[in-house]
């Protein structure tokens, strides 16, 4: 599938999930939330304005505001996130699921926000809004996304106590945190990537037979024993999840004696990964 194409179609599942989970969830249990959405919501308990249209608006002034900080696709895509998540808070406005319990809302309503988020930044865009600030912090900063955004929300969360009680501030915390760790583990537990690190007495033959069978190229790097001082051909490769079977049976083969070391690793980018 072209990866627009497929992009796009995970942006408009992020949005609609996040959407609906904030109608049917959130606003169903009085609580708050986080970024542009809470400020919404915070508007629409203390004056009734549709938070639709407010999301609409105020994402679109931090988009004019941060733009520069995101690439041209992503901006593109974050637009895109802005309109369908306006739309579907409108579609979904009366989507109210009345659980009797406020911490079911909370997990739930945690749950579907911070899936939707995560599906959208895993397409490569962003929700806007304090997602844009977390973006710029996890560029600057060398904080994780997830935690960044999360860290901006509990102060919009603050800012809801002037709208709803302290009980529900707390259980939207929870929330909240929740949605964090969904999040973390779309955008990064869901990673198909594994590093390798392998000594073998035989580099060559096995660099070559990983590139050809693998179909991955190797970084050679030079190494020695500590004991012994013998200079060693380190080989490292970065992989797919589903390949790494194949490339244990293949460096066996080769090498019974090889010593391996398999990183998980939480972002690839070029040779090759861009389109994986």
Known sequence: MNKTLRDLILIVFGSFVFSAGV???????????????????????????SPAITNFVVNAVLIAIGYKFLSKRSMYLTIIVTILISIFLSLTKTWQIETGNIIVNAIFGGASVGLGIGVIVLAGGTTAGTTILARIATKY??????????????IVVLISLSVIPIDKVLVTVISLYIGTKVMEFVIEGLNTKKAMT????????LAK???????????????????????KDVLY????????????????????HAFLVIHDVRDVYGNGFFDD
């Open 23 to 49: 109608n049917a969830f959130i606003i169903s249990g009085n609580l708050g939330e986080g970024g542009v959405t809470g400020i919404a919501i915070i508007l629409y308990y203390a004056f009734h304005l």
């Open 237 to 256: 490769v970065v992989i797919s999840k589903t390949q790494v079977s194949k490339a244990k049976r293949l460096i066996k083969k080769f090498d019974e």
């Open 198 to 205: 392998i000594i073998s007495t035989k580099p060559d033959e």
């Open 209 to 231: 037979a990983i590139d050809e069978q693998i179909g991955r190229g190797l970084t050679i790097l030079n190494g020695h024993g500590y004991y012994t001082r013998e200079e």
């Open 141 to 154: 900063l060398d904080v994780s996304t997830p935690y960044a955004l999360f860290g901006f929300d509990i």
